[in-house]
């Protein structure tokens, strides 16, 4: 599979870059305001665009050559890390330039998220689906092991600004991969024609498969309250363990570390079925329980070792029951929701989160995930027993 090789390589160095700019935007708005309101505020904005226009991202994601928007989603995001590190290097930089800056980007994420999941199917046939999958998510929390380090010490070092410069240079690997693709050996799906109601398709084609709808109702509920990470560690890092950066990155790492640990255990199964799915939103829950109850920073790291395995395996097997359950002209519109609740959720998630944590500490945070996502494999159970009494009969 020459094409996943040259898409696998060029995604393995723009990823480790992406997580440096996610670190350092966080530390920016702290910086810039000391409020964990304002994290979340900056941290909803990215993912607003995909709430507010993810279904009609995944119409347009049927309908387009999906390696040709990955390019442009590639280089747009490339020219808006570009613009944020000139503004931080000659000190212009304000809040509300990093918030328009962030919006931009989640502009971008409409068409580049679901455009590069559904990718996938075009790149390897359907009995390598999950091992891709697996491999991507190997890649990804690779990335967020390696890049939230470095831009750590990037930060505590140089400045905030090299970890956005660093970012926009690293899209230079992924968009030559792309290039030097051979489109022949691709597994094209035909293009979606225009037609009214295609949003709505994706809707109903998911309501009416009760995997697919339990697997979405999980998605929300853990995206909504429990992958907040971005605003929890930054506070949990400075207020309850009184580390500055280097500890914030540490924390990222070590999220990483559980994610790549579990990434690599994923890649081993052939299968992904919503039960699976269902254990490992009880052991989300637990450990974030066990993390938020943590009395010192090695015993905090360890848990959140745990949490990145947890969490990694629950969003591979995710995304990867969609892909496999879902007929593939319908795809792009299925992920596209998979990224709404996904996503979409954080616009909502991440003030309420913040507000939390604001109010009763970033532990407390920590236990609003565990508890919400205990709460909705509970509410789940009864609708997978009812499928499953559906198939004995």
């Known amino acids: ?9 060029g995604h393995a160095v723009s990823v480790i870059g992406t997580w440096m700019q996610r670190v350092a935007q966080d530390w920016l708005v702290l910086e810039l305001t ?20 993810g279904l009609w991202g995944g119409v347009l994601v049927d309908r387009l050559d999906r390696r040709r928007t990955i390019m442009a989603t590639q280089a747009a995001s490339a020219v808006l890390a570009a613009a944020l590190a000139v503004l931080v290097l000659s000190d212009l930089v304000q809040l509300w330039m990093v918030y328009a800056l962030t919006l931009g980007l989640g502009f971008v994420t409409v068409l580049d998220t679901p455009a590069r999941q559904a990718f996938i199917t075009e790149m390897v046939s359907p009995e390598n689906y999950v091992n891709a999958q697996a491999l991507n998510s190997t890649v990804h929390n690779a990335g967020r092991l390696v890049g939230p380090a470095v831009a750590g010490v990037l930060i505590a070092t140089v400045d905030v600004g090299a970890a956005f410069a660093v970012n926009a240079l690293s899209f230079a690997a992924v968009l ?18 225009r037609a009214k109601g295609q949003a709505r398709q994706g809707l109903r084609y998911v309501w009416e498969h009760p995997e697919l709808r339990a697997c979405l109702f999980l998605v929300a509920v853990v995206a909504l309250l429990g992958q907040n ?7 949990l890092a400075r207020e309850t363990f009184g580390g500055g950066p280097e ?7 070590a999220l990483g570390v559980g994610a790549v640990l579990g990434a690599l255990a994923s890649a081993a199964r052939v299968d992904a079925t919503a039960w699976s799915l269902l254990l490992w939103t009880f052991a989300f829950a637990g450990v974030n329980v066990a993390a938020a109850a943590a009395p010192a920073l090695a ?48 616009p909502l998630g991440a003030p309420i989160t913040g ?8 532990r407390a945070g920590l236990l609003l995930a565990g508890i919400s996502a205990g709460l909705a494999g509970l509410a789940v159970l009864p609708w997978l027993r009812k499928v499953r009494a559906r198939r004995e009969e």
């Not at 070792?305 to 007929?327: K, Y």
């Open 176 to 193: 030559l991969g792309l290039a030097r693709m051979n489109p022949k050996e691709l597994h094209r799906v035909p293009a979606l024609p």
């Open 229 to 235: 990470f971005r605003v929890v560690f930054p506070l």
């Open 34 to 53: 000391d409020s964990p309101v304002a994290l979340g505020i900056s941290t909803a904005l990215q993912f607003l665009p995909t709430l507010l226009f």
């Open 247 to 253: 500890v914030y990155g540490w924390l990222t790492s």
């Open 299 to 346: 015993l905090a790291m360890a848990a959140i070792v745990a949490l990145g395995i947890a969490n990694i395996c629950f969003n591979t097997l995710a995304r990867t029951l969609l892909q496999i359950r879902t007929d593939p002209t319908l795809q792009g519109r299925v992920i596209a929701l998979h990224s709404l609740v996904f996503l979409g959720s954080t």
């Open 1 to 9: 599979m020459p094409n996943y090789r040259r898409f696998f390589a």
């Open 355 to 362: 507000w939390v944590c604001e109010q009763w500490g970033p």
